[in-house]
């Protein structure tokens, strides 16, 4: 079937990976339904900034992902679901973990709930490599024990075995997508490498962090977008559990003097106590095992390894030391 016949609902779209990854669909050349949060601004979050050859090719839901007869009425005549709406922000899910409840856990389960009903023949649940916990392994495969270390962590647990159980219980065509640390254009400076981008372009030369010896895995989000459209595509993965990384471990404090170098500047790291974690709650390590990945979907990350990872911070420099983007940021505020 044709593309254009078919057609995807995005939850999440308004969001940072959602609007690349629809931005990315329509070019594609398919149906897509952006499923956005309603505020009373009229805003389309991060899609007000697409193109306007890819806005006027969207249908545009306005809607909540707590509410299930708004998530079924989104889905009606919808082929694919990629659900991305979620509450992220590790700090946050501090301060309000009911929230989070409500959002990751009873959202996915409208998803899931509408999607078994209608008959939709395919849903893409997003996942995150947080559920992973401190590594006890690595690379981290899929089989990794999962650790809620954070409320957040804890209900993207819940979520993502909810999903599962769907597919167990009742068929339902389910595709756990498990994203590391996706960084890139339009992210929010909650994570660390917006964090220290918009600092440093707005002049400052004492960086304000949290911990600087947790590594991570950062993978670049145009990756992350094909990852998802590779699951799409792919006539297997249901049932299954898939990380999306780019099998390159660094830690914060390298990231930072990376960033520094590229940005052509010295820095220096000042820990502030409201960024850290508490010290079990820490995520210390993570680094993906992505050969599940390449395996059932033909998907490998196309910013590897330092150089990759120099590229794509090169990218994401560029994007937020744009005055037009920079000023949609408070730089000198911390952000929950």
Not at 15 to 37: D, K
Not at 107 to 130: D, F, I, P, Y
Not at 217 to 240: H, M, N, R
């Amino acid at each position: 079937m044709p593309r254009t016949h078919q057609k995807v609902l995005v939850t999440g779209a308004d969001g940072f990976i959602g609007s690349h990854l629809v931005e990315c669909l329509v070019h594609r050349g398919y149906s897509v339904r952006a499923f956005v949060q309603y505020n009373s601004f009229n805003s389309w979050g991060w899609l007000d900034c697409s193109p306007r050859e890819i806005r006027d090719k969207l249908d545009v839901f306005v809607g909540d992902i707590r509410d299930p007869h708004g998530v079924r009425k989104a889905m009606l005549e919808c082929d694919f679901v990629l659900h991305l709406a979620a509450l992220i922000a590790i700090p946050y899910s501090y301060h309000s973990p009911d929230t989070y409840v409500d959002t990751n856990v009873k959202g996915t389960l409208n998803v899931l709930q509408a999607a078994r009903e209608l008959g939709v023949q395919k849903v893409l649940h997003t996942s995150t490599s947080e559920v992973y916990g401190t590594a006890r392994l690595v690379p981290i495969t899929e089989e990794h024990p999962l650790s809620g270390q954070s409320p957040y962590s804890a209900t993207k647990i819940a979520a993502d075995q909810l999903a599962l159980s769907f597919y167990h219980s009742f068929g339902t065509p389910v595709i756990v997508v498990r994203p590391f640390n996706t960084y890139g254009p339009r992210q929010s400076t909650r994570a660390v490498i917006p964090t220290i981008i918009t600092q440093i372009a707005s002049g400052a030369r004492h960086i304000r962090l949290g911990a600087l010896h947790p590594t991570r895995d950062f993978s670049y989000v145009a990756d992350t977008v094909d990852g998802f459209i590779a699951a799409l595509e792919s006539d297997q993965g249901i049932g299954e559990v898939i990380n999306l990384g780019s099998g390159f471990e660094i830690s914060i404090g390298d990231t930072l003097n990376l960033i520094a170098e590229l940005m052509d500047v010295n820095v220096q790291a000042e820990e502030e106590a409201v960024r850290l974690r508490p010290a079990n709650s820490e995520v210390n390590r993570l680094l993906a095992d992505n050969s599940k990945a390449l395996r059932l979907l033909g998907w490998q990350p196309s910013y590897s390894k330092l150089d990759g990872f120099r590229r794509g911070l090169t990218e994401t420099i560029r994007w937020f030391s744009d005055p037009g983007n920079l000023n949609a940021y408070k730089a000198d505020r911390y952000t929950l």
